[in-house]
Structures are given as C-alpha cells and as structure tokens.
C-alpha cells in the first residue's frame, strides 16, 4: 500500500529531534522538546487548552474502537477519582485472535530497520505532544492528579520519557554496523574473506501492564523502547486508568497505517476489575517482554513467573530521607513540605521515612530538636496548604479507596505530629482530597518498624527518631537493602556524613539527591538526565532510561557468507 | 599501598589497544592483537614452545596455592583426556570466608573508575598471552582439544573473547558522563540548575561456572565482562578442567595486587568431582552474577533457581546444516568434513543434522542422490582422516567417557554412513580418539525424530532424509524454536530457499553460515567480529559479545545536588 507518510518525509522531520536527544543522552544536560506550559500550545496543528478540553469532554460515553481484530467484546467503567464517570468502553480484546493477528506486521516493521522505526515513534509521539491538553485531562481523570501535574507530567515529561526510550532504542541498535567486510590474513596465502549482514530482530510480543497513577509517564517507556526495537506492543492499562492509554494506542495505530505499516503492531486489551487478566498474558509464549509498574508482590509474581519474556519491573520501595544537618533550614522545610504534598504522596518517589536524630539537628537557624524539626515540617505543610485553591492544585485527589484506607489507618500507627486534614475541591465535589499525615516513630522501637520498614503508599511520612547520623546511615542501608527504593534525599552539612550517605547509595544502589532547598525535589526526575530507579535494588529491575533497558528486547542476527 | 604498576603505566601501555578494541566492536572487520601462530611467541617476555612446556611439566604434581583466604581444603584429580593425571591441587574454599573478603577490596576497585578497570584486565590478558603456550598444553590436557587448537582456541581466539567483553564492558560505563550540569530555563526567574554525578556501581560478586571443552574461551568473557564492570569474580572450574583457569586466577591475582588492587578482587574455588557446589554457590545472596557453560538441564536450572543473580547461559542446542544444492560440491564436502571433525564433533557449534532431500540436490558435478551426498561425505570425512597423524591433530581426544558412551550408543540409531573408527595417538597412548559417526535417519519417521531433534553431543551427525528444502526449512525452524541452535548453516545456490532460510533464522534470532566451502567453518566464530550463539533461542540466553552481555552488571548511581 501507499504510505501516506513516506520515509523521507519521517526523516527530514525527526531525524534533527532524534540527533538532540542522542546528544541529550550522551551529555545528560537538561534538554526537552516538548514545552510545560499549557499556553505554549494551540498553534502548529497543537490544540490549545480549550480545544483540548473539548476534545476530553467529546470523549466521555463514548466507545473507543480501535478497529482491532478479535474484539466483539467491550468493558470500562473508569470512575474519576475526581467523582465523574467517564463512560468511555475499550476493547475487551480476544487474545487467540489478536495475538496472531499482531504478529502478521512483524516482518515488514523489523525490515524497515532502526531509523525509520525510530522516526514512526517520534511521530506518534509528537501526534501525542499536539493533544497534550487533551492527553492532561484524561490522564488527571484516572490518575487523580492536579490538572497542571496532570498537564506536566502526563503529557511533556510523559513524551520525553517515551523519546529517551526511542534514542536509547535506536543507538543500541546502530551499535553494531548492517554489513561487515571481515578479511583474515592468513600469511602467503589468500586471505579468508567473509560478507557479513547483521539484523536487529525482535523478540516477538511486547505487553506493557499499565499503572492507575502514572499511565502514560510510567507506560511509555517500554511501550516505546519495545517497539523501536521491532516488537510489537500489546498495551493492558490498569482498569482505572485506561483512556491516556488507549488514546495512545490509537494514535500509534494511526501512524503506522499511516506510514505503511500494520496497525496491529500496536494493540490495546482494557480488562474488567477483578479479572487480573494480566497473569493470563505475561505468560503467554507469545509475550517476549513485559513492563510494569505496581506493586512489589505482583512485580515479583512476574519476575518468578514470566519465565519466557524479559520482564521489567518498577515495583515499591521505602524511600528515605536523612535530616542530620542544614545551612538552609527554611528552605529544606519548604522544600520536604512540596516533596510530602505533590499529588499526596502518591508517587513511586515521595519520601516516607524521614529520619531525624533524637537529640536534633545542627541549622542555621541555630540547634533544632527532634520534635522542633518535626513541628517545623508540619508547620511548613500547613502553611504550603493553608489555601484550598494551592491546596486542590498540589495535591490532586486521592486515586482509590485503598489509598484512603491506608491514610486512614496509618494515625493509628503513632503519635500524630500534622494530622490529615480533607479539602473541599469546589469544580469536583466528589474528589477526595487529603493533605499529608506525618507520625512520630521510634527507630529503635521494634514495634515502629513494624510501621516505617513497609511501604505506606499515600500521603503518609514517618518521623522517625534515630540515635544518630550513623545509626540513619545504618538504617538507610537496611531500608535500601531490603525493602528498596526509587528515591533518597538527605539534608546534610557533615562532610563525613554526606560521604556515609553516598557510600551507602553507591553500595546500595539507590539514587540520591543532597540539600535540595530550591525548585527542585527529591521525587522529580527530569528525562534524559535523572536515572528514574537504579534496577539494582529490590524497588525496580531497570532504571530508566539506560542501554540494559533496551538493550535485551532486541538480538543481533548474523548472516555470513564467503566474499 | 604504593602500585608496582601506576594507572600512567596501565594506560600509557593499554589504552591504545583498547582503542582497537573498541573501534574493532564498531566495524566488526577483522582484527586480533593476539597471533595464532605458535612461533610468533618467544619474544618481548612470551614463552616460547619450549619453555611454555617446560612451564606446564613444572605444574604437574605441584599445589597452586593462590594465597586466598579460606584456603585448608585443597582438591584436585585431573585426568587429560591423554591419559595423563595431572596431580595438581587448589584450593577447595571456604567460601564464608573468602566471600566476604572478596568484597573488601570492591570499594577501590568501583573507585578506580571504568578505564583503570578496562587496562588492568588488558594487562591481565597480555600476562596470559605471554604464557599462551603454557596454557596451550594446560587446555589440551583438560579439554582434549588437540595442541594445535588448544593453542588457538584456548589461547589466542580466548584472549580475544576476553578483550572484547572488556571493550564492551568499558563502551557501555562510559555512556554515561561521570558528570552533568543541569540547567532548566524558567522563563523569566532564575533557572533551575543541579550538579549530577554518575558512578557505575558493580552488582556484587560474580560467580563464574567452566566448562570441560572450552575453559578458557567460554570462561573469559563473563570472567572479564565482571571484573571490568567493577564486581569481585569468583571462578568454580569444571573439575576436569581446572588448571587452565587457576592459572587465569593466578595472574590476575598477582596483576592486581601489583596495580595496588586487593587480589582477592578474583578468587578460585575448585570443588570435588560429584560434589555439585556449583548449585549452593550460585544461590548465595553474594553472587549477583552467574556465567555459565554447560548442558542444558543445569543451565535452565540456573536460569530458574539463582533469582537473585543475573544469569547469563551458554546451554546446548540441535545445530543444523541445510544442504539443498551447491556450486561447489567438493568446497561443500570438505567444509563439511573438517566441521564434523574439528575436535570430534564436541563444539557447540558443530553440525549436527545435515538435512539433505531424499530425492537429491543439485551441484556443479550434476545431480547426487541423498545416498550419494552421505556418501561423498562420509568419504571426504574418511580422506580429511585417513593419516593417523593428520587425524589426531585435527580430532584430538573424546574429553570424557560420557561423550564416548553417547558414541558408542549413537551407532544403533539408524543406518550407519560412516562409522566411527578408533585412532591411536603414538605419542599418549591413553587418549580416546575417534572420527565422526553419521548415522542415516528419515526425518519423516516418528523414532528418528527422537533421536534427531536431541542434541547428542560428541562425534555424531545425522544425514537427515526431508521431503523437500521447504520441509528442511519447516524442519530448521521446529528445530531451532524448541531445542535451540548454536549455529546454523545452508547450502543453497536458490535464491528462494536461500531467503527462506534467512527468514527462519531472523524469525528464531540463530546465527547463520551460508554456502561456506573454504577455510571458515559453520562452528567457528571470530571476536570483534561474529556473534556467538544469539541469546534469542533457547540454546543460550545470551550472545558473545554485544551491549546486552554486559549491560546489567553494573548500575548506575546519580548523585544530584544544587549547583
């Protein structure tokens, strides 16, 4: 068939965008294509954010038809965590039909090789970029998120990750050269003489297990990375969480018709609450590679069992942050308040244990106790959130009862030092909105532990007491070792403390930010710069992005032959 | 300590050939700094012939004591393959104690940083290539590999695979810059700027496990692949093929120590025959990666048990030669004939079912009947063989009586083209020589499948009778999916069936060799160059060597603070 969009034109678009990113990569400067601020959209063919508002809004009720085969069968009941229902059903798909039929497109995506597999997804992603606004309230209606985080984090942050996965993708790829001319000397003799060709080729079916809270930020990675390396993608959003993805899907289905190439390389399979139909797919023959993002205990289900794909995970951890010393205190205040309230702690990377030494800490404020820095951190809190409107705008809605539930039983765990207060979001009364709890734990208590060594995902932070800066150091290692962790942050001005803390991160593999007083915090990473996880502790087996995370969803075949 | 070797002499020595290396690995041309011919050693601090055996008598009845902690335990009954017991003792460890002191140098040595690393591994190398002819005779004494092979494949092509792991190792750390500035514009307010630091950090101690056949070759690139990304290696040789490897301990030991690196940075832990420590070994919390060579059955045990390592597996698999028609049948048969005879046959790579249509094939001598094509075959074997001498120094010795048992059994499979003759070496009258068997099977019968689509390691090939070249290929392809395949070949002068073959190869991701008929074989590879095994099949999980076999052996960790 005739590609609408031809190679030629794929290149001359994207190739300059993909030349950035590869120096991006290479340099790990800040570099980002894709702009933050909603008003920098509406031109260009980009809608603006009335368009893209109206563009979500056309969608709820809707049906979402993908046009993929083995699909007779339709579910969704996405309920906003801001209370609205979207209404909007996906394919429920038959997999008996639909994976064959994903596999008839294969050869033609793998034969096109690297660079053009690299020029389709930088298409579809900046198709993606010019529905940001659309993309934002879709991804702030499953996920919960605050519109502008919604907006930032879903959309552009989201894309530079999706393109971090794509350059990553395509430079392993061109690592090794198409063809090799290999002449062996062999003394008087003639020399040996061999023709060389070598071909990237997939592994087969990649199925990305999408998440409730970062749909497209923490999908597009290994959705990307897995179909710039040949595979096709079967994508299983989260039941909550299905539109950012499934407008996704159907934007990639859209592309490669458009550029020539099968639709089916990019599927969408939504299932119904409660049906885990996850576990039936990850160990199908025909998934090579999987990625998700969840829960340790389901992470760790498919590691054991996804025996004949490429599992990569990003599961939980208990992420610390070390308060021994600061010449900033106001700053590191204002700083750990921001870290606690975005999105109510319903990251992978907010702080949850913050460990402070019992007898105090050294500032420039002069010394602080125990309870004076713990009290200062609520203070802070409260004064970040003391407005509802700033308040609704950090801290979005909280995404499912569960996390409720765990809120709510966790000012049972110890003595309250900033109690959880509920906010009234006025545009969405059915949003529940939660400001962070923060207990008081004992470190060398047994019965804390209990408390501060398991995740609490949500917005609850322990202050736990510690002996002193090497009996957090010492804990921190613990933590790492054995529960893992996506993020550490630690508040220091002691040199032999900083270097204690390094070493155990370095030791650990765990990634750390130090004294972060400004606009900068310690769960943000920024794509093409910050290694998103380290895949060397028990919270995630891959980080994102580097050249592990992409470099097994391919393999090199070799084809040789006398010259 | 003050290094006998400074990181300026390292460098100044090393880093230009690592600069070969790495550009080789980019080309893929041809390119080796270790020569393959025997007289080129005896000069600039190399053994010559004379005094590399001299070396090996002198090891013969001696204790190798590596001076490793945990050392009162010492083992050792090597018999050659030659008939001749070797005496040598080393050390049985006590691994509670030599794990933890193989961690405490781990510190300086991630410290050291990515190309310090790369050149003590290169001076490594460079140490053992002066001994190559040392370590020719420790290769053929274990393995069974005839001297001349002993002396290339164990040494030179070795030394090889080891630079090339140690060039992709560094490749991949130095990815990522040491260190980034990070600065975010914010429009109109100050921009946001971070200071990033990178280390590669290493997963921990590796355990490497040998193999009889290929001590060195196989051991080598998981040995420095390990060591150059920063982690400890513990070495468990074969039982019948220690010596090769403690020697390999011996001078890292003493490069490292001299570099001023702890020397049990790489330690060696021989075990009894039967005792199995591979299993407890490999499981232990500490080893954080496994390489391994060997049969299948243990290697997907690895694959399931050591969940707490990565595990890398070279495994056995059905190896397949499509013969359909040729322009050079006498290039054909004594390509194939020296393929089958290499070694006797006892090579991952070596062909094991040549499958040829029952109703002939096409040549440049007209057409030959399936009978003919065996039989040409089995006589080209026969004349390759018919000199005693000619043939000992091609077939070398049966490495154990496993593979001599599997011989003998493999004669009742079916008709017998061309039976296995025994052959006597003047010089060890001990040694078990024998020239390949082919055996005639119909690959439409239902009992022959059995005994063909099993990989009967040794000197057995299998004239495989096929309706047709698109049965041969339906066959390759059952073949390669289910059991695996080191290496495929095909002669075909079709162009179709040529491309047929091809596409069943990139489909099942095997390493193909077409229509070869001069001085390259189907069961050799080159470093630099051709990749070994591919990592996509379920003969190994990995290939020799590309960015993937060293990827996740290290992590990175970011450490981020203010600027």
């Known amino acids: 068939m005739a590609a609408e969009l031809t190679a030629h034109e794929l290149v001359a678009q994207h190739r300059p965008t993909l030349d950035q990113a590869l120096e991006a990569i290479r340099t790990r400067a800040y570099w980002s294509p894709h702009p933050e601020h909603p008003k920098a959209y509406g031109e260009h063919g980009s809608l603006d954010a009335a368009a893209g508002k109206a563009a979500f809004d056309a969608l709820l009720g809707t049906r979402i038809d993908l046009g993929q085969p083995g699909t007779d069968d339709w579910t969704g009941d996405e309920l906003s965590p801001y209370g609205i229902e979207l209404g909007v059903t996906y394919p429920h798909a038959d997999v008996d039909v639909l994976l064959p039929a994903m596999k008839a497109g294969q050869r033609a995506w793998r034969d096109a090789g690297a660079e053009i597999r690299a020029m389709v997804c930088l ?6 970029s010019d529905r940001t606004h659309e993309f934002a309230h879709a991804v702030m209606h499953t996920s919960g998120q605050a519109f502008m985080m919604a907006f930032q984090a879903g959309g552009p942050h989201a894309q530079d990750r999706g393109m971090e996965a794509v350059a990553y993708a395509y430079v392993e790829q061109v690592r090794t050269p198409d063809t090799a001319e290999w002449t062996k000397p062999q003394g008087k003799r003639e020399p040996l003489a061999l023709t060389k060709r070598f071909t990237a080729v997939p592994r087969g079916i990649a199925l990305v297990i999408g998440c409730n809270t970062f749909p497209t930020w923490n999908g597009y990675p290994g959705l990307f990375a897995s179909l710039a390396t040949g595979n096709a993608v079967l994508v299983k959003p989260h039941p909550r969480a299905v539109l950012p993805l499934a407008l996704t899907v159907q934007v990639a289905r859209q592309v490669l018709a458009e550029a020539g190439f099968d639709p089916n390389l990019v599927a969408l399979t939504a299932d119904r609450p409660g049906e885990g139909s996850a576990k039936t797919l990850a160990t199908r023959p025909e998934i090579r590679i ?10 760790d289900w498919l590691e054991a069992n996804a025996r004949q794909a490429q599992v990569f995970t990003e599961k939980a951890g208990v992420n610390t942050v070390i308060v021994e010393s600061t010449d900033d205190y106001r700053g590191m205040l204002a700083n750990l308040a921001f870290s606690l309230s975005l999105y109510s702690g319903q990251m992978c990377t907010t702080p949850q244990n913050l460990l402070v030494p019992r007898d105090g800490i050294r500032t420039d404020q ?9 009290a200062d951190l609520a203070a802070a809190v409260d004064a970040l959130l003391g407005d509802d409107a700033r308040a609704n705008a950090l801290l979005g809605a909280i995404v499912n009862p569960d996390v409720k539930a765990r809120l709510d039983a966790a000012a049972g765990l110890g003595e309250v030092a900033l109690a959880s207060r509920e906010v009234t979001n006025p545009d969405f009364p059915g949003a529940v909105v939660r400001t962070p709890l923060i207990v008081k734990l004992d ?3 047994p019965d804390d532990e209990a408390a501060y060594m398991n995740e609490c995902f949500g917005p609850v932070s322990f202050a736990v007491a510690v002996d002193s800066a090497s009996d957090a150091v010492e804990l921190l290692r613990r933590t790492v070792r054995d529960k893992g962790a996506m993020s550490v942050g630690a508040y220091t001005t002691d040199e032999e403390v900083e270097s204690a803390i390094e070493e ?5 593999s765990a990634q750390l930010s130090l004294n972060l007083t400004g606009g900068v915090y310690v769960n943000q990473t920024a794509a093409f710069s910050d290694f998103h996880g380290s895949g060397g502790n028990p919270a995630a087996n891959a980080t994102l992005t580097d050249g592990a995370f992409v470099a097994t969803r391919f393999r090199v075949v070799e084809v040789r032959r006398e010259a």
Request: aromatic share 10%.
């Open 290 to 299: 999987v990625d998700y993002t969840g829960s340790t205990a389901f992470g």
């Open 443 to 445: 470190g060398a208590k």
């Open 123 to 128: 298409e579809i992603i900046k198709r993606i």
């Open 504 to 508: 155990v991160c370095l030791e650990e």
């Open 366 to 374: 002069g010394p602080k106790s125990y309870d004076e820095v713990v």
